[in-house]
């Protein structure tokens, strides 16, 4: 979080192409978390490339809500597995239960959040439906069983029964 990091790290994130570069200075930028490093990783949350999913994830780290209505909307909108993975992570660190609470603050977007993710988690499958699930996990929103039992009607017998699973999982660590 020290300041005087961020021009290096908006030049690695501007300039580089590795995956692994560009990720970690996508997170060292949300950490900062200052108005420029926000815009500038929405804007490249929200434009395809190969800064898209270092943004998803760096943007997460930020805690901000805006950040958390930017993976809203990305994830919402998003039909490539590598995307909706991506801002699962994100919205994973931005809305985690365990962050809020070792800080002390609650983010009022939890509940869209986790909305978000349930619809997400409705329409993939696989590795993408694991990101996904881990995410819904990590937010841990009271309200995610009321979301889940929402999905199941207009849901096949497969993503049915993989909703009742995560359901129960989102019940029992809630204990």
């Excluded at 800080?103 to 978000?116: I, K, M, N």
């Amino acid at each position: 979080r020290d300041r005087r990091a961020e021009p290096v790290l908006r030049a690695a994130f501007d300039r580089m192409t590795s995956a692994e570069v560009l990720r970690a200075a996508a997170r060292g930028l949300g950490a900062l978390g200052g108005d420029g490093e926000i815009a500038l990783l929405s804007a490249a949350a929200r434009a395809s490339g190969p800064r898209q999913l270092a943004a998803l994830e760096g943007i997460g780290v930020s805690r901000r809500p805006e950040a958390a209505q930017v993976l809203i909307e990305v994830i919402d909108g998003a039909r490539e597995d590598e995307v909706i993975q991506a801002a699962s992570r994100g919205l994973a660190e931005v809305g985690s239960s365990w962050a809020h609470a070792a800080t002390g603050t609650r983010t009022d977007l939890s509940e869209r959040s986790t909305e978000a993710l349930v619809r997400a988690f409705v329409r993939t499958r696989g590795a993408a439906r694991g990101a996904v699930q881990m995410a819904v996990l990590a937010v841990g929103s009271r309200e995610a069983p009321r979301f889940i039992q929402a999905a199941m009607p207009s849901a096949d017998a497969d993503t049915r029964a993989a909703l009742t699973s995560l359901e129960r999982m989102v019940r029992r660590t809630a204990l």
